[in-house]
Each structure stands twice: as structure tokens, then as C-alpha cells.
């Protein structure tokens, strides 16, 4: 005879249950965590924000669209209004070679698409540039090189940035 709990499942199912629950609660607190962040020293935004377009394009992709992110928020500012940054905008760029990958690994990568790399400064820090895009992950060919071109493209564009061409 088996043993049964709550809905009549089996002691063993109910603990399953529980501890699938458990890792999907810790897995969902680690959102931020997949974000990579680059600071861009001795250059100026619009600089930062030349260099990343330059670095995007010098991959052959070509720039969907930039979000002017703070501007947004400005516009939309509910409760006390305070937005952290003092500029801040979202490029947003596509590999049609690469999305065609990640969608016959998995169509639910499809949400991956089109990549996107931040380009924000902190309120009062202007000096202090940071290029940041949510990681895509190792779990297929396809996401580690959407990670690695994502890494490319910021790693070159600070790197223009710092030129201050």
C-alpha cells in the first residue's frame, strides 16, 4: 500500500513538488545575477555610445533600434519620480544567422531576439559609463555564441569609448 498525502499524491510526489517549487523560487531571485556589467573609464557617453554602434556594426549587424530608456522613464514617472540615471539608452541589434540557430534549438529562444546592450551612466556619476546585456547563457551552441558575440561587442566598444575617436 502507498502512503498518501495532501490531493492523495504520494508522500514522494508531494516532496518532489516541493522541491521543484524551491529551486524555481531560488532560480527567479537570481534575475539580476545574469546581467554583465562593463565600465568604460576616460571617455563620455555620447563617445560610449559611437564606440558600441561602431563595434555592432564592425560585426556586420545592423542596429534595429536605441531605446532612449531614461527619457522613457522621465516621461512615465509614477510615485515619487526618482530616476537613477543620469543618461541611459537600450541598442538593440539582430544576427539573422544566429536567431535562425537559437530558434531551431528551441523556439522559445525566439525571446532572446533581438539582442540588447545598455548604455547607462548613475545620476551624478557621468564619468562613470557602463555598457551591460543580459547574459544568454551556455545551455546551447547557440546562446554561448550569442554570449560570446554579446562579449565582443562590448569589450570593443569600450574599448573605442576609451579612444575617444
Request: charged content about 20%; glycine content about 8%.
Amino acid at each position: 500500500m502507498v502512503s498518501t498525502h495532501l490531493f492523495g499524491a504520494p508522500h514522494g510526489a508531494s516532496r518532489f513538488f516541493i522541491v521543484l517549487l524551491s529551486l524555481l523560487c531560488l532560480s527567479s531571485a537570481s534575475f539580476a545575477e545574469d546581467s554583465v556589467v562593463v565600465k568604460v573609464g576616460n571617455s563620455d557617453f555620447r563617445t560610449a555610445h559611437d564606440g558600441l554602434i561602431e563595434a555592432i556594426e564592425s560585426e556586420g549587424l545592423v542596429v534595429g533600434s536605441i531605446l532612449p530608456f531614461r527619457d522613457m522613464l522621465a516621461r512615465t514617472a509614477v510615485g515619487d519620480g526618482t530616476i537613477p540615471y543620469g543618461e541611459a539608452e537600450i541598442v538593440q541589434f539582430c544576427s539573422a544567422v544566429l536567431a535562425a540557430e537559437l530558434v531551431r534549438e528551441d523556439p522559445v529562444q525566439l525571446t532572446l531576439c533581438p539582442l540588447s546592450i545598455a548604455l547607462y551612466t548613475i545620476k551624478g556619476k557621468s564619468s562613470e559609463i557602463r555598457l551591460a546585456y543580459r547574459s544568454s547563457g551556455n545551455a546551447t551552441a547557440g546562446r554561448l555564441r550569442a554570449e560570446s558575440l554579446l562579449q565582443r561587442i562590448v569589450l570593443r566598444a569600450a574599448e573605442l569609448a576609451r579612444l575617444r575617436w
